[in-house]
């Protein structure tokens, strides 16, 4: 059964990743919905993510792949003393 969609995997259609079998349709990233190749993708609670940008920000350190110009402003207080 596919994770994705809960239908049955036929071999000729199937994918594996994660230790599961995939629709190649369905192997996608969990918050972009961009679809994956088996080994080119991250993984977190058994769930799928694109390396960039999805799983750096929702998992990787603080200010890293936002996007956001100037992360020192939001981790630092006004003194400039950094925020924990």
Known sequence: MCPRCNKRV???EKVT???KDWHRPCLR??????TLTPGGHAEH???PYCHKPC?????GPRGVNT?????????RDPEGKVQP
Do not use: N
């Open 29 to 34: 990233c969990e918050r972009c919905g961009k």
């Open 55 to 59: 799983y750096g920000i929702l998992f």
């Open 17 to 19: 990743s994660l230790g």
């Open 45 to 47: 609670d058994g769930q």
């Open 10 to 12: 036929y071999f000729a």
């Open 67 to 75: 996007g956001a110009v100037g992360s020192y402003i939001y981790d």
